[in-house]
């Protein structure tokens, strides 16, 4: 069965700093992989996508995930924080036999200023 | 004008009442779907619907049903509400064709909350 993991609840950083929210899957099969965000009192806003082409996926807001499948990982990263950038973001997994996307717990990202 | 709209955004009721929500879209999508949003559960999938004929379960619809009145509206309806019911609801929508492939548009949400 697929699953999602994210590996931290609540991730705080400096403005101008990298950010890494980790993320880890489990799938029988080859799975596509997504990242939403989510602004306070916002629906989720697509990031990026993986689907078996490029192993590095960047995403909007220069925010970028790279898939690595013997590690199971799917960790989103940006090289510099923005005060915008503080939101809710959530891994997501899909497996092509089925229709279903399975959705990690979320990680909330802080900005300190 | 947003491209997934949810009514009402806010709602609050008593235990035993019907609730309604609803959800239109302006993307000309096929595919829609409600979810509920419960903090540290990440998103559930609560039905899915492929087109107007094509209405299916997903990983927690017990209390709930829904209807497909056109491409463009799909509802949730609590028959009884109940307490644990209180969460933000979504409604999302996506393109046909393979649907790993396909990203999900999703409304503003609906706070809804059972006393």
């Known amino acids: 069965a697929q699953s999602v993991t994210q590996l931290d609840s609540h991730v705080s950083v400096s403005e101008g700093t990298p950010v890494l929210l980790r993320c880890n899957y489990s799938s029988s099969y080859s799975p596509s992989l997504f990242w939403y965000v989510q602004h306070p009192n916002k629906g989720l806003q697509l990031l990026l996508k993986y689907t078996s082409a490029a192993t590095l996926v960047k995403g909007i807001n220069g925010f970028e995930a790279e898939f690595k499948k013997s590690e199971t990982s799917f960790h989103l990263t940006k090289p510099s924080a923005h005060m915008s950038d503080a939101a809710e973001y959530f891994c997501?997994?899909?497996?092509?036999?089925?229709?279903?996307?399975?959705w990690g717990a979320g990680t909330k990202l802080i900005i300190k200023p | 004008d947003a491209d997934v709209t949810q009514t009402p955004r806010n709602r609050i009721t008593k235990t035993g009442k019907r609730i309604m929500l609803e959800c239109s879209q302006t993307?000309?999508?096929?595919?829609m779907y409600w979810y509920r949003q419960d903090p540290g559960l990440g998103l559930r999938l609560i039905y899915y619907s492929f087109d107007v004929k094509d209405i299916n379960k997903g990983e927690i619809s017990d209390g709930y049903s829904v209807s497909r009145q056109a491409q463009a509206k799909f509802s949730l309806s609590l028959e009884s509400a109940i307490p644990n019911q209180t969460a933000l609801y979504f409604c999302?929508?996506?393109?046909?064709?393979?649907?790993?492939?396909?990203?999900?548009?999703f409304g503003d949400g609906t706070r809804l909350s059972i006393l």
């Open positions: 999302a929508t996506s393109e046909g064709g393979q649907v790993i492939n396909q990203p999900q548009h």
């Open positions: 993307k000309g999508h096929d595919r």
């Open positions: 997501v997994v899909s497996e092509r036999s089925n229709y279903q996307l399975i």
